[in-house]
């Protein structure tokens, strides 16, 4: 057949010799006649079935395979991984550089050591300036340089000083020293980047090598990173679990493709067997995005401490105006949001989002601009198809629905945040939470919810259900010291108080962000979690209540007043007792996969300095601050109270200007175990003593009459001020 058609040329321009002027042997030339128009006939056929085909390959398949047919000619996928074997992830990667950039590749070896160490800067800093131009680094290896180049800078600036991590600077030179910067930048620009950069292809869709024979079936349990920081688990089960995403996208592309295929073929019945197949994925990636779990019951669980300490601060960049590799930058959501009709990116992450992807590689780019030339929510809202418009708004409420995939992310992101922000961060990767001076984790919040409903998302009002009341009582005074394993773990919400003590270690969110609440009022939290008006979890949620937080009846607003202002100050000692409770995690947890037990590091001995210096600078004046004002209720009740002693302690902590106790670094694990346990003795003490002063005025009895209680207060309150003053370390 193939002979026959490359003939074709020779018989439509005619050969009169061959067939019409073969006099000797018509029924010959008949034959020819006839074969030649079968002929004729079959290519016309052929081509117009390929013409057909073509018509029905939606714009985004055209540039899949123009881009597969543009990286093998390339022999490398520099302009972007985009193919329909691997999707958006590379059909392979290079675990070596050539021997002239050996000494990046030992850098790789050696960073989990180097961290642990705190030896980074010195390392790299005497790293010999290698040539990233095109004579010395082939094209083919351009993307493992940018990979140990861009994760060794975030390591040098993230893992080993002390600039706060809101800090911008004008440019990377400006830390990063030259054997560092320079060929970091060269790599980036001929990777087609405006400057340096490290993007989520490299921390991320390149950043790993996997046992599995198919790059759909890549998992968190058969990758290895190529290009770990610390090696311990919590880098590799969340780096992994979005690599796991990006590999479980593939299947998604290609039911894109079917159903965009369906619509420009007006084929109803194949449109909705792929979104049947859609909703079913989508469905896959919340399970596997539920193997980011905090919970000690879970195998593969992780710590948030110990993840905020290096994975979580890690991709925070540090040059104005750079936007650095957060989740917004997963194709995966950027291709759902153009297939499910996203047309709205005004809030902060939507804007974030748009310029995120102008700096993807091209391919990318043409693929997400191609996916906009056929509109399937479109089609399908002009169908009039009540059954495929009820298929659309499952598989849709399945990706975008509060109960969906970004309702749980939202979540899910609270979470770990909650913990986050509570033990030192300041921003997240693009500068949310610096807006809020209290609970910055809320307005990360807000921004995502914002994102969500952006996508046309109409979820059905939700309103908290009414509970019934309980008849046992709870005061403030009990509230604060249940937040400790020997006491239990309490937390009040809406006027309730529940005991999570039984709960702690199948709390889907980790026992950690628990302890972090106990003591606490966290409605606001529960209502952001959703927990308050989800049947489901509040029923499980009422399992657990205890009482009802009970307010006492005062007989003057005075009084009040001093009770309030003991309240703040009592919860927020519990708060930094909380907070300051965590850093037994950070120093017997692992910071690098290379740590032992009771053995402290120089990174762990790092981190506790800062956190030393945190309760020094931030946690005493805070509650210094509240116990002032506390003082100034007890004065206006009675003016002849003697406050002077109490207030001549608090001058140290709240004149202007006064420069609070400098830590000293700790020396060994002894010393440091010691240190937190007095400074955590002496929070709960703090504690323990305003309780008693709640207690006071939670008394039926009481009454400010009795000089003899007032007195007493004032001499609690005193050595309340006694112990800031040491925790100040004056």
């Not at 006939?41 to 081509?47: A, E």
């Not at 950039?101 to 300036?129: E, F, N, S």
Request: charged letters at 20%; one cysteine or more; hydrophobic letters at 40%.
């Amino acid at each position: 057949m193939m002979f026959l058609v490359s003939e074709i040329p020779t018989i439509l321009h005619g050969n009169s010799s061959t067939i019409f002027n073969n006099s000797q042997d018509d029924s010959s030339s008949s034959y020819m006649v006839n074969l030649a128009l079968g002929v004729i006939f079959l290519f016309v056929s052929l081509r117009l079935v390929t013409l057909k085909t073509q018509s029905t390959s939606p714009p985004c398949e055209r540039i899949i395979e123009e881009a597969e047919r543009t990286n093998r000619h390339n022999g490398h996928e520099n302009a972007g991984f985009l193919s329909k074997d691997a999707g958006f992830s590379p059909l392979q990667t290079m675990k070596a550089l050539p021997p002239s950039h050996a000494a990046w590749d030992q850098l790789v070896t050696d960073l989990p050591r180097l961290v642990q160490t705190q030896t980074v800067r010195d390392t790299v800093t005497k790293i010999p300036l290698l040539d990233a131009s095109p004579e010395a680094l082939p094209d083919i290896y351009l993307q493992r340089a940018a990979t140990i180049l861009g994760m060794a800078a975030h390591v040098f600036v993230r893992m080993e000083g002390s600039e706060p991590l809101a800090l911008k600077y004008d440019g990377h030179g400006d830390i990063l020293p030259p054997s560092l910067e320079i060929p970091w930048t060269v790599v980036c620009r001929r990777l087609g980047r405006p400057a340096p950069a490290l993007t989520y292809v490299d921390g991320v869709v390149a950043n790993f090598t996997s046992t599995s024979s198919s790059h759909s079936r890549v998992t968190l349990e058969n990758l290895e990173l190529l290009v770990p920081t610390v090696g311990t688990k919590e880098e590799h089960t969340f780096v992994g679990i979005m690599i796991e995403i990006n590999a479980k996208t593939i299947p998604i592309l290609h039911q894109i493709i079917e159903a965009q295929r369906s619509v420009l073929a007006k084929d109803s019945s194949s449109l909705k067997v792929a979104i049947r197949s859609l909703h079913s994925l989508i469905k896959q990636i919340t399970q596997i995005l539920s193997k980011l779990n905090a919970s000690r019951a879970h195998k593969a669980h992780i710590d948030p401490v110990l993840w905020t300490l290096t994975v979580g601060n890690l991709g925070i960049p540090w040059v104005k105006d750079m936007v650095g590799a957060a989740g917004t930058a997963h194709p995966f959501f950027h291709m759902m949001d153009e297939f499910t009709g996203r047309f709205e990116y005004l809030s902060g992450i939507g804007q974030e989002a748009q310029i995120v992807r102008a700096t993807y590689p091209i391919h990318w780019r043409q693929f997400l601009k191609a996916m906009m030339e056929v509109s399937v929510s479109e089609y399908v809202a002009a169908s009039k198809d009540r059954e495929l418009m009820d298929l659309w708004k499952t598989f849709t409420s399945s990706y975008h629905g509060n109960d969906g995939l970004l309702g749980f992310h939202r979540r899910k992101v609270f979470g770990f945040l909650a913990v986050s922000f509570r033990i030192g961060r300041s921003t997240t990767i693009n500068g949310l939470g610096h807006k809020r001076r209290t609970e910055p984790w809320h307005e990360v919040d807000q921004e995502l919810e914002k994102a969500r409903l952006e996508r046309r998302c109409l979820d059905p009002d939700e309103h908290d259900p009414d509970t019934e009341p309980s008849s046992n009582k709870v005061f403030v005074s009990q509230l604060i010291q249940h937040n400790s394993e020997e006491t239990g773990y309490w937390f009040s919400a809406k006027g309730s108080v529940y005991d999570a003590s039984t709960f702690m270690q199948k709390h889907p969110g980790g026992d950690t962000v628990i302890a972090l609440c106990s003591g606490q009022d966290i409605t606001d939290s529960l209502k952001a979690v959703g927990h308050l008006t989800n049947s489901s979890i509040r029923s499980k949620l009422e399992t657990h209540r205890i009482g009802t937080l009970e307010k006492p009846k005062f007989t003057s607003s005075q009084i009040e007043g001093v009770y309030m202002a003991a309240v703040e100050l009592g919860q927020k000692a519990a708060e930094m007792e909380n907070v300051h409770q965590r850093n037994f995690q950070l120093l017997d947890g692992k910071l690098t996969m290379l740590d032992s037990p009771e053995a402290l590091t120089p990174k762990k001995s790092r981190h506790l300095l800062d956190a030393k210096n945190r309760l020094q600078d931030e946690y005493v004046p805070a509650l210094a601050m509240l116990l002032d004002g506390l003082l100034e209720s007890i004065a206006v009740l009675d003016m002849k109270l003697d406050l002077s002693t109490t207030r001549a302690r608090m001058v140290g902590l709240l004149s202007p200007g006064t420069v609070l106790g400098t830590a000293t670094r700790f020396s060994d694990y002894g010393m440091a175990l010691d240190t937190l346990r007095r400074d955590v003795n002496r929070l709960t003490e703090v504690k323990d003593l305003v309780a008693i002063i709640l207690g006071t005025f939670e008394n039926a009895s009481f009454t400010c009459s009795e000089q003899s209680r007032l007195e007493s207060i004032v001499g609690t309150l005193n050595r309340v001020a006694s112990h800031l003053v040491v925790l100040a370390g004056k």
